[in-house]
């Protein structure tokens, strides 16, 4: 295949190239781009999420305006609502997030670092009534994990 046939730029983004910055979707995460939502024109973004402050109320119930969500867990753990369901998702887990799926982050550990690639890259976030109520965050000071 020729370079000048691909509909996306080549991306290659080292650890010092980019910083956590806050800013993002969420103010108590800090975000680390990769580069991939330029390198495809907006069509993904592929970011670094990190827990930046204890959970206090979590995301609330919403949904992403989104074709294609994945969470990959690096570090840490956390405690999602998908639907009625309460899940644990520790380091090494996947999680597809169907779209129109309705989630509430409400737990996390203090090391949470997940890799998050979505689709579109400018995806939205609307507020969405929960099918059920959400257990109480554990605060930091516990060293117990849920």
Not at 41 to 56: D, I, Y
Not at 90 to 119: K, N, T, W
């Amino acid at each position: 295949m020729n370079m000048t046939d691909l509909s996306t730029r080549f991306s290659h983004v080292k650890p010092t190239d980019t910083s956590f910055v806050s800013g993002g979707l969420r103010d108590f995460f800090t975000y680390r781009d990769l580069g991939v939502a330029h390198a495809t024109g907006g069509r993904v973004v592929a970011q670094l999420v990190r827990a930046n402050e204890e959970p206090e109320k979590g995301t609330g119930w919403h949904v992403h305006e989104a074709q294609f969500h994945i969470v990959y867990m690096l570090k840490g753990w956390a405690r999602f609502m998908y639907e009625d369901r309460n899940t644990l998702v520790e380091a090494g887990d996947c999680v597809h997030q169907a779209p129109g799926i309705r989630h509430f982050l409400f737990d996390y550990s203090p090391d949470m670092e997940y890799l998050e690639v979505v689709g579109p890259a400018d995806f939205g976030s609307t507020e969405a009534t929960g099918p059920c109520t959400v257990p109480a965050p554990t605060p930091w000071t516990s060293p117990v994990k849920p």
